[in-house]
């Protein structure tokens, strides 16, 4: 079938992992323009993304234009912001200005950046209802694992009953490296970061502020509840030791950080070695208790560049077809 519709412009801002993801993806999608990429140095404008990988693996600057990405945002005609800079959960910026001026001005967003949803999630959602465009966050939980539009959509004639999981795999990483092969837990963090799945600040993934993050996200979202970081009950996976996790090995038990939607805690948990949500590495896994369906448990990928960016553009291909 031909698709005689004009492509869908979207800017990307935000070149870490994530944005360079998204990029590679994007190379390959049809009726879809690139319209500008932002780093946190400058702007590309209509960017030859496959040159533009290359400048940025080179660690060479990208930028083309004097243009600042709220200059993007505001002034070049476009429909979706991929917003993808770094989460700040302090106050959500820089990527909170970005949404908002980008749904101020009537274009869509599509997002992984957790921080502005943790800060301001409903007005982000009624600023997006007002302004008629959408605003797409797949990608902030669980990275390629299902999980939001899952519930959302798949699951829509479920009421929710509660959802708990192992949300952050920089943390499962390490427990899972750390009971396998009793290493320190520096050690394994180190490796992690090298892997390129942790935070930006690593301090984010393993005392837990990174699960409480995607808790806040999904009791938003699914719940009705109106919540932040501050109403998480949290504890990191810092103090765990590998001796604890050969006890809880011997005793039939791996010890998981868990996140609680309905409760709003984060915590180290024992889970029986059986257990769905026993998933070893960078996997996620998250059970949704649902009135009809009863129980529905999904794993994937929780993290990386390419598997977060193929949420990403889910979320664009969605918008894609809404507007057909
Ligand atoms: N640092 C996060 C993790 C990235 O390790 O899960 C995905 O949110």
Redesign the pocket.
């Known amino acids: 079938m031909q698709n005689n519709s004009p492509p869908l412009r979207v800017s990307i801002i935000g070149f870490g992992a994530v944005g360079q993801g998204v990029a590679t993806l994007l190379q390959d999608l049809p009726h879809v323009e690139v319209v500008a990429v932002a780093d946190s140095r400058g702007v590309a404008l209509t960017p030859n993304l496959g040159t533009l990988l290359s400048r940025k693996r080179a660690g060479r600057p990208i930028a083309n234009s004097d243009l600042t990405a709220l200059e993007v945002i505001r002034t070049i005609e476009h429909d979706i912001v991929v917003e993808v800079t770094p989460t700040n959960i302090e106050n959500g910026e820089p990527g909170l200005t970005h949404m908002r001026e980008a749904i101020k001005n009537r274009r869509s967003i599509v997002t992984s950046n957790k921080g502005p949803l943790v800060v301001a999630f409903h007005e982000l959602v009624q600023l997006a209802r007002e302004n008629d465009v959408a605003l797409r966050y797949e990608a902030t939980v669980g990275?390629a694992m299902p999980i939001i539009n899952l519930v959302r959509e798949t699951l829509a004639g479920n009421r929710i009953l509660d959802i708990m999981g192992v949300l952050?795999?920089?943390c499962n990483y390490i427990l899972t490296r750390m009971a396998e092969e009793a290493l320190d837990y520096d050690q394994v963090l180190s490796e992690a970061q090298d892997m390129g799945?942790?935070?930006a600040d690593p301090t984010y993934?393993v005392m837990g502020i990174?699960t409480a993050s995607k808790v806040v996200i999904l009791a938003n979202s699914f719940f009705d509840k109106n919540v932040t970081y501050a109403d998480v009950a949290v504890t990191g996976i810092d103090r765990i030791t590998p001796d604890a996790l050969r006890l809880a090995h011997q005793r039939g038990f791996a010890i998981k950080l868990i996140g609680e939607v309905q409760e709003l805690t984060v915590s180290p948990k024992m889970i029986p070695i059986g257990h769905p949500l026993n998933v070893g590495g960078t996997l996620?896994a998250a059970s949704i208790l649902t009135d009809h369906a009863g129980e529905i448990t999904v794993a994937g990928k929780?993290?990386g560049s390419i598997e977060?960016a193929s949420a990403i553009v889910s979320d664009i291909l969605s918008i894609q077809k809404e507007r057909c």
């Open positions: 990275g952050n795999g920089t799945i942790a935070e993934d990174d996620n929780g993290a977060t």
